[in-house]
């Protein structure tokens, strides 16, 4: 069954039996022209606050779509892992976005440090970020946006960060686990932090290991790009978790 995004919609509210109507030029413009929906084709709604609804197209005209709702459903997020990533190249960073709802993520910061790229964030940006939430939620039927936030500072986000949760970084010194924190148990609430090309300087890294008391792992791989690593220290995580079970 095909998912789309239905926005601006409050599903919580919605009830199974009745009808749902579409107004929105754009959504009707997708649905139509993108989808190509016909009538009697079942989807999936999403609308990216954690419900999913299932629909029945009852009737499509030029400025009115009429679905009745078949279910609603609601969940909880799988886990609340956070990403601060230090800026990168265009591409990669819609990489990095797609790979973000795909993989549960909560919430991304792109950050400034020493090597990370320079980032200009005006409507067409903001505008192409949000086709790209789009189309990963649609692709993975994540039922949660991740909150995206741009050209915060590194040391003072996270040192923030750090006062409510483990911060994780990966790189190439030797493994170090923070004292006292039991990863394990707390796993689903990490924040890890990802470089920029050329990765995080000294400094940065020693940052985070003194002043936000990080658990550091080296995982003996080649250099990862930026995007990837993201999902390799995501996957690490979990896999510490389901161990810890």
């Known amino acids: 069954m ?3 995004v239905i926005e601006s919609i409050d599903i919580a509210c919605l009830l199974p039996g009745t009808e749902l109507n579409i107004q929105s030029d754009d959504q009707i413009h997708h649905l139509r022209n993108v989808v190509r929906l016909k009538v009697g084709e079942k989807i999936i709604g999403l609308n990216g606050s954690g419900y999913r609804i299932y629909l029945d197209t009852r009737n499509i005209e030029r400025n009115i779509i009429t679905f009745e709702i078949l279910k609603v459903e609601s969940s909880e997020p799988l886990h609340n892992m956070s990403v601060t990533l230090g800026a990168v190249k265009k591409e990669a960073l819609e990489d990095a976005v797609r790979l973000c709802v795909e993989l549960g993520i909560r919430k991304l910061i792109v950050t400034k440090t020493k ?10 940006f903001h505008q192409r970020m949000k086709a790209i939430l789009n189309s990963a939620l649609i692709q993975s039927n994540n039922m949660y946006y991740p909150e995206l936030v741009f050209n915060e500072k590194f040391e003072s986000s996270l040192l923030e960060i750090s006062k409510e949760r483990p911060i994780v970084c990966f790189g190439m010194k030797p493994n170090r686990l923070k004292e006292g924190d039991n990863l394990n148990r707390n796993f689903k609430n990490a924040h890890i932090v990802i470089g920029p090309e050329g990765g995080l300087d000294e400094r940065e890294e020693e940052f985070l290991i003194e002043n936000c008391h ?3 792992f080296n995982l003996e791989t080649p250099i990862l790009r930026s995007e990837n690593a993201i999902a390799v220290a995501v ?11």
């Not at 090597?115 to 067409?124: A, G, I, M, V, Y």
């Not at 996957?235 to 079970?245: A, F, T, V, W």
């Open 2 to 4: 095909r998912a789309v």
């Open 115 to 124: 090597f990370s790229q320079p980032l200009e964030t005006n409507d067409k």
């Open 214 to 216: 990080a658990n550091y």
């Open 235 to 245: 996957g690490y995580i979990l896999g510490i978790g389901r161990i810890s079970d």
